[in-house]
C-alpha cells in the first residue's frame, strides 16, 4: 500500500516569513495529493490539493508542488501570519485506493 | 456551504460495549468514509463506502467494525465491542465521486472507551 513520510514535525517560523513542508510517497499510481489544515480539536480542511497531471498550483499565499519523478510534493506557504498556526497533513491516493493516505503532520508555529 | 454533520461530538463508553457513531454526508455525494485520529496522531483511513456496499477496508477496519447507510441521509460507524485501543476521534468525510475528488470532513466524534 501507499506510504506517506512527511518533514518536519514542528515548523516554527517568524510572522511574515515562509514555510515549507515537504512530503513523499511511495506508490507511483498515485495521483491526488491534497493538503489538509487541523486547528486543535477541529476537523481537518482542505486547503489545497494537486492531481498527478499538474506541476504546480497556487491560491493566494498558498501553493503546493509535485514531482512525479521524486515521488514528492511540497506545501509552501509565503507571508504567514498567526492564524496559520495549526497542524498540516499532506495525504496521497489513486490508483485504485479510495481512501487518503495521511503523512504524520506538521506542526506549524508562526512566532509573532 | 453544506457540511458533513456527525453525532455524538463525545462519547464515552465501557469495554466491550458497543457504539454507533452518526455521520451526515453532503447531500449531493455518492462516497462515504470513515478515518479515525488518536490523538496526537495522522489520520487513518478504515473504511469507504459506495452505492450502499463497502468500497475499500484497510486492515484497521476489522470484524468488530461495520458500516450501514440505514437511510437516505444517514452513514453509521458500528464498533461491536469497543477495547481500550479504539479510543480515538472518529471523522466521517463524503466526496462527490471516487479518486481524485475532495472528500470533506466531519467535526468529529471523540471516543473514549474506559
Known amino acids: 500500500g501507499e506510504n506517506v513520510e512527511q518533514h518536519p514535525s514542528t515548523l516554527s517560523v517568524q510572522e511574515g516569513d515562509s514555510a515549507v513542508i515537504k512530503c513523499t510517497y511511495s506508490?507511483?499510481?498515485?495521483?491526488?495529493f491534497p493538503w489538509y489544515k487541523q486547528e486543535l480539536g477541529k476537523r481537518p480542511q482542505l486547503i489545497i490539493d494537486?492531481?498527478?497531471?499538474?506541476g504546480e498550483k497556487k491560491d493566494q499565499r498558498i501553493a503546493v508542488t509535485l514531482n512525479k519523478t521524486a515521488k514528492h510534493f511540497s506545501l509552501h506557504i509565503t507571508e504567514t501570519q498567526p492564524e496559520d498556526s495549526a497542524v498540516y497533513f499532506c495525504a496521497a491516493t489513486g490508483g485504485g485506493a479510495d481512501g487518503l493516505t495521511f503523512g504524520k503532520g506538521t506542526h506549524l508555529i508562526i512566532q509573532p | 456551504e453544506p457540511e458533513v454533520t456527525q453525532t455524538p461530538s463525545h462519547q464515552v463508553t465501557q469495554m466491550g460495549q458497543e457504539v454507533i457513531l452518526r455521520c451526515v454526508p453532503i447531500s449531493n455525494h455518492l462516497y462515504f468514509y470513515w478515518y479515525r485520529q488518536i490523538l496526537g496522531q495522522k489520520v487513518e483511513f478504515l473504511v469507504s463506502?459506495?452505492?450502499?456496499?463497502?468500497?475499500?477496508k484497510s486492515e484497521i477496519f476489522d470484524d468488530q467494525f461495520s458500516v450501514e447507510r440505514p437511510d437516505g441521509s444517514n452513514f453509521t460507524l458500528k464498533i461491536r465491542s469497543t477495547k481500550l485501543e479504539d479510543s480515538a476521534m472518529y471523522f466521517c468525510a463524503s466526496s462527490e465521486a471516487r479518486q481524485g475528488e475532495t472528500q470533506y470532513f466531519g467535526p468529529g466524534t471523540r471516543l473514549l472507551v474506559l
Open positions: 494537486i492531481r498527478s497531471n499538474v
Open positions: 506508490d507511483s499510481a498515485s495521483n491526488y
Open positions: 463506502f459506495y452505492n450502499n456496499e463497502i468500497s475499500e
